[in-house]
């Protein structure tokens, strides 16, 4: 041992908290920069890399050998200037994932991201390696301070994007990484080092004036470009990246406004700007002081109002650049609430561009809400005669495909009887779908089927007499739903409003309607099964346990020449994810397999002890990404936001992890009773998310977000300090082996878990949340078992 045990701890603290800082960071700025699903696909082979630093320890164990300080030092300060140096390629050499299939160029830059991406991380994995192969008779304390410490990096990412922005914590992580080479080499060998870091914490304070672009195909793009808009607002957090841009003097009279009858030429003046958030799903954002706003009496959304008492009270879910809110002002609305997910957008429309909406926003008779609509409506004391929700993601999310491996909860079963128990006996709810090709269901389908699910689990024996759909024709649909049944008089004015309009009547109650809706509405049992197989889509209507609304594809039909045509279809997202699985698994495969034709060649006879080993360190790996990233996914809903479930569960699970790695000592000499309890414990814990955390969630949903996260923290402590148990145990035993496998299964680890990040949100859209776990069981008892058959005798105590 060349360093001493309290610098190497404080050393790998600092690395673990650089580590997870600087991904999170960076995943909210290639979220923006490029699209969502492409960012995913950036980030997983980038930790590839962090695996594969384990396998090459493994087959060059002469690294650190002599000078273990000194390669802990520089290996440190590579990582710091690495994750820099991507950062300022991304900056510079901006690309566009969408053209990759059609521009060398932009297939050229999508590799040159992925190897860019991959370097800080792999350097940092080497540093830990190096750092579990030193002190693998410490496992349990050193394996705490790195656990600690990610979850510390985890807990501050949130705090330091919205005070730095992300491009300001990303440059702080990466100055991490300096002051965790300081660590190792000792202050007075640390200059450089010290110095790289105090240059890149300065230029932190300076992340949110950097000018970084997006992708050419983002809607933020088309806007300042195809429509020369001028940008007037720029603000990062960790949510999102909002941008207002505004109307030159010379940008075309016309703008689109999705919903508007084609019977008519508007002028559409009033469309000031436009709110991107992460550059992408757009939204009008209107100057009423012309006044000029009649063209909202041919537009969809006027619908609802054809079917309530007057003077409603409204409430809104996604106020995005104020539409809804106008159009319920218009039509007479008594009090509108609007639930918004960004808070910047309300500052926008409220503070910084009030001007434009002639005090409505700031008037008594509305009320915006930062929030998320799920946990406002849950705890909502009032109804409310109509509950709005327009074009949340959806038309967003079928000309990009960027939303499908996003989870969306708002859209859910258990979401719409939310919005039913908090409408009044007369109210209706109101969804308004993207939809580009009318007769083609996709997002009306789904969610048609969506209501038609709910209002039967409500008892509701003719369902098809509360439902309406109508289209605009101009990739706009009303989705209407009620609590009674639609009177012959309110559907007769809905006829008249269509016929007047030109909109088609998709179903209507005790009409006619469209020959496909109408068979989504009625058919059952096999005559349903048949629609659904000649459908060329997904149709099932999803739940909170599978709350992926956007994957409409079949996973079978993805290389489909009929199936999959253009790049900008929803299918994208579900291509890239196979795409991405499969070349993992490969390239873990090479990673884990490789090492053993090394150790053969090296005459080490470790036989079906190795193998044990890769087994459990495989199961590992492949069982704790398999939880982890459901949880996230799952607990989206609970915590509100993305961002936050990704920091808080992170931080829950790392945290206790690392305390149930401090505690594994105790147990060493009596590693099967203890294995096989933390099964039992893994069961019983998976049995109570199965079961238990919907009820959690239905009791607690409305609480303060402190509360939600303290009570996450105490949903997932025991599992973390179940799971934290298992890898010192195995470090131990691959020590005691031979020294040359604890790299080896640091590798076999790493490679796994990210595997397992893309195989648990494939089965998860495929099978929904439960089958994830279920699958994570089985991994870990069959990691357990051939852990306790195959690696040898018990292992000595520290």
Request: with cysteine; hydrophobic share 50%; proline share 5%.
């Amino acid at each position: 041992m060349q360093v001493p045990y309290g610098r190497l701890f404080r050393g790998i603290w600092i690395i673990a908290l650089s580590t997870l800082l600087y991904e999170i960071a960076l995943i909210r700025v290639l979220s923006f920069t490029i699209w969502y699903h492409f960012a995913y696909v950036v980030i997983s082979t980038a930790l590839l890399g962090y695996g594969a630093s384990g396998a090459l320890l493994a087959v060059r164990p002469q690294i650190g050998s002599r000078d273990l300080e000194g390669t802990l030092a520089r290996t440190s300060l590579i990582t710091a200037l690495s994750g820099a140096g991507f950062f300022v390629i991304v900056v510079l050499l901006p690309f566009d994932p969408m053209k990759i299939l059609s521009s060398s160029r932009d297939l050229a830059m999508m590799i040159v991201y992925e190897v860019g991406a991959t370097v800080p991380f792999f350097f940092s994995g080497l540093t830990v390696s190096l750092a579990l192969r030193a002190g693998a008779q410490r496992v349990d304390r050193l394996y705490f301070w790195d656990l600690l410490g990610a979850g510390l990096g985890c807990a501050l990412a949130v705090p330091l994007m919205n005070s730095l922005s992300p491009p300001g914590a990303l440059l702080l992580g990466s100055a991490g990484f300096a002051f965790a080479a300081a660590a190792f080499n000792g202050v007075a060998r640390a200059r450089v080092a010290l110095s790289v870091g105090a240059a890149l914490a300065a230029a932190a304070f300076f992340g949110s004036s950097v000018p970084v672009t997006q992708a050419a195909s983002k809607h933020l793009t088309l806007h300042l470009a195809e429509h020369k808009m001028h940008s007037a607002f720029t603000r990062w957090t960790a949510l999102f990246r909002t941008d207002v841009v505004t109307r030159r003097a010379d940008t075309v009279k016309n703008l689109p406004d999705w919903g508007l009858s084609r019977t008519v030429n508007y002028d559409m003046q009033q469309i000031q700007g436009f709110i991107t958030h992460d550059g992408s799903a757009g939204t009008n954002m209107y100057d009423l002081r012309q006044g000029r706003l009649g063209f909202f009496d041919d537009h969809i959304q006027r619908l609802p109002y054809h079917v309530v008492p007057p003077g409603p009270r409204v409430l809104i879910i996604g106020v995005g650049g104020g539409r809804d809110v106008i159009v319920a002002d218009r039509f007479g609305a008594s009090h509108i609430t609007g639930v918004e997910l960004d808070p910047v957008t309300i500052d926008v429309l409220r503070d910084t561009f009030k001007d434009y909406s002639d005090g409505l926003f700031t008037s008594p008779k509305v009320t915006l809400v930062a929030g998320e609509g799920r946990h406002f409506i849950e705890r909502a004391k009032q109804r409310y005669d109509i509950i709005q929700i327009t074009g949340v993601d959806t038309l967003a999310a079928q000309t990009s495909g960027a939303y499908v491996l996003a989870e969306n909860y708002l859209y859910t079963r258990e979401a719409m009887h939310a919005y039913l128990e908090h409408l009044t006996p007369d109210g209706v709810l109101s969804i308004g779908t993207g939809q580009l090709i009318p007769e083609q269901p996709q997002s009306s389908g789904r969610m048609l089927l969506v209501a038609r699910e709910m209002l039967r689990a409500r008892g509701v024996t003719r369902p098809e007499a509360h439902i309406a759909l109508v289209s605009s024709r101009t990739f706009m649909d009303e989705l209407l739903v009620r609590p009674r049944p639609f009177t012959a008089d309110e559907v007769q004015r809905l006829a008249a409003e269509c016929e007047r309009l030109q909109f088609n009547a998709l179903l209507l109650p005790g009409r006619d309607g469209h020959p496909l809706y109408r068979s989504l509405m009625h058919e059952t049992g096999a005559a349903r099964e048949a629609l659904f197989a000649r459908l060329p889509y997904v149709l099932e209507p999803v739940t909170d346990d599978s709350p992926f609304f956007f994957r409409f594809f079949r996973w079978g039909d993805l290389f489909s020449e009929d199936e999959f045509g253009p790049v900008h279809t929803t299918a994208l997202g579900q291509l890239v994810l196979v795409l991405l699985l499969a070349s993992l698994a490969a390239l873990s495969a090479l990673f884990i397999l490789a090492p053993l034709l090394v150790f053969r060649r090296k005459k080490l006879r470790l036989g079906r002890r190795a193998l044990g080993i890769l087994a459990y360190f495989t199961a590992l790996g492949l069982g704790f990404m398999l939880l982890e990233i459901s949880l996230m996914q799952r607990l989206v809903l609970y915590l509100g936001y993305p961002t936050y479930a990704l920091s808080v569960v992170l931080f829950s699970l790392l945290l206790f992890l690392g305390f149930g790695s401090y505690l594994s000592n105790r147990v060493i000499g009596r590693e099967k009773p203890a294995l096989l309890a933390a099964l039992v414990c893994l069961v019983v814990l998976v049995a109570f998310y199965r079961l238990g955390l919907p009820l959690v969630e239905r009791s607690t949903l409305g609480a303060p977000l402190a509360a939600r996260i303290a009570i996450t923290l105490l949903m997932l402590a025991p599992l973390g300090l179940v799971l934290g148990m298992f890898f010192p145990l195995g470090i131990r035993r691959a020590e005691s082996i031979h020294p040359d496998l604890v790299p080896w299964a640091w590798g076999i680890n790493g490679c796994a878990s990210v595997t397992a990040s893309v195989l648990a949100v494939t089965t998860a859209m495929a099978f929904g949340f439960g089958a994830v776990w279920a699958l994570a069981l089985i991994t870990y008892a069959l990691g357990i078992t051939a852990f306790l058959v195959l690696t040898g005798p018990r292992v000595r105590s520290a």
